[in-house]
């Protein structure tokens, strides 16, 4: 305890006991004031750990997520290549349809032209055999008057 005393200035024992009181619940107000520091230092020690804890956990899934984000970028990339070779082999096939369509459409065509040549050598066939037995009856009756009855 330090004492400044002026000269001009004459502490009495009263003005003593009130400064002294005065410093003591100060002092006593510091130590409370330090012990609160120290708890809450202690605690926020304590939850150094598990702030640490939590950091690793979180760089952890960081890293996973990461990790999952490139594969996943991975196979859409690969799956967009092959949704294009898709794409390319539907274009081709589309294409062979076209071709296949037209070959047959042509195909129909010559078969229908080919139908309508049998009915018409059908007809044509018809005719000559109504002819032939137009002939033949023609023939048969001819015969028959040049060959005398034998009765």
Known sequence: NYYVIADDYDVTSKD???IRDRLVELNRERKFIVEDIEQKKNIISGLEEPRRILRDEIRQKETALLRQITEQKAELRHSSN???ELMKLCEKLQQQNKIFEESCGRISDDVN???RDI???KR???NKMT????LREALTRLIAEETPMSS
């Open 16 to 18: 003593y006991k009130r």
């Open 82 to 84: 092959d949704v294009y």
């Open 113 to 115: 032209a080919y139908l």
């Open 119 to 121: 009915e018409s050598a």
């Open 124 to 126: 044509e066939i018809q």
């Open 131 to 134: 002819s032939l037995t137009g």
